[in-house]
């Protein structure tokens, strides 16, 4: 018979396609699909970046908004349940905010919670109209006029009003 089975012919054609050296041997990236690669990163973190930052500016400033807000609410409540005068004292010049309300007897005053130090907390500077917000033991706000308080981070700011009733918009 002369032919050969056909797992013999199989065998023989899989070691020949095996030893064919007509494909390269070496895997990897070239140099272009590695440069391109870089490239297309460095353009995408040019166009992302500033976002962040944005994004980190105005988180800062919303937290130091919120960080008032609570500081505000705090002095309020305080008022109300001492049934004494309670004050929000800002002071712009190193960033700081604090709630102080008198005690029952003379003239001193308590410090209420912790003295926040925003500037170093959320990295901002702030101004007002006024450095003492006074609260009436009704919890209402004892001012003729209205307070602004402006809070900036780099170019970024936003504005808290407070109303001379005490009543705090954003």
Not at 63 to 73: P, R, T, V, Y
């Amino acid at each position: 018979t002369g032919y050969a089975p056909a797992r013999d012919v199989l065998s023989s054609t899989v070691n020949a396609m095996r030893t064919n050296k007509t494909y390269s041997a070496v895997r990897g990236f070239t140099l272009i699909e590695m440069v391109m690669v870089v490239v297309l990163v460095g353009i995408l973190m040019s166009v992302a970046l500033p976002f962040f930052r944005t994004g980190s500016t105005k988180s800062s400033v919303r937290g130091a908004m919120d960080a008032i807000g609570s500081l505000h609410a705090v002095a309020k409540a305080t008022a109300i349940q001492r049934g004494r005068f309670a004050r929000l004292v800002m002071i712009p010049g190193s960033a700081t905010a604090l709630v102080v309300a008198n005690r029952s007897t003379g003239t001193v005053l308590d410090t209420i919670g912790s003295v926040e130090n925003l500037g170093t907390r959320f990295s901002i500077t702030f101004t007002t109209t006024r450095d003492t917000l006074v609260f009436t033991p009704r919890g209402i706000g004892a001012e003729l006029s209205g307070t602004t308080i402006i809070i900036i981070r780099g170019d970024f700011r936003d504005t808290i009003t407070i109303s001379a009733a005490g009543r705090l918009t954003r």
